[in-house]
Every structure is written in C-alpha cells, then in structure tokens.
C-alpha cells in the first residue's frame, strides 16, 4: 500500500499570462525580465515550462507604489550633450 503524500492546500489567487500583463504594464518583455532580476518587479512563476504567470495581487500591488512614489521625484531628465547625433550646439 502507497503512503499518502502530504498536500499543501493553497488558497488559489488571480494570475495573469504575458497578454494580459502587456495590457496593465506598457512595458517590454526585456525590460520587465530585467526589473524581475534587480529586484524592481514582481517575480513570475511557471504554471507549465512554456506558461509563465504573475500573480495579479502583487502586480496592482506594485503599480500602486509606482503611483504613488511618481509624484515625490521628478522624471530625470536625458543629458541632451551626451547625444551622439544632432549634438547640442554651445
């Protein structure tokens, strides 16, 4: 006789595919990639090898705090002399 196996019982939480992400963050894949590996950005999970989600939970979460820390620190500002093309004429 096979012994039961202990099984976790987790409380099933809304999750959003790559489609959907696209639609509540406009950023691209590499970015948010990049973001998830600083630290910057909700972790995905895998539901299968080819399925990654996010849990939607920790996505509103975090656009939350994006809301709110954008209104405390100005957006920088591109250092127009730095460009390659069309420099800036002094």
């Not at 992400?21 to 895998?46: C, H, N, S």
């Amino acid at each position: 006789m096979l012994a039961a196996l202990p099984v976790e019982i987790v409380e099933a939480k809304p999750v959003v595919r790559r489609q959907q992400l696209r639609e509540l963050v406009p950023l691209a894949d590499t970015t948010i990639y990049e973001m998830e590996q600083r630290g910057e950005f909700p972790k995905r999970f895998y539901l299968t090898p080819r399925c990654p989600v996010w849990d939607l939970g920790e996505i509103n979460h975090w656009l939350a705090a994006r809301r709110a820390a954008s209104g405390l620190v100005p957006p920088p500002h591109p250092d127009v002399r730095r460009r390659k093309s069309r420099p800036v004429r002094v």
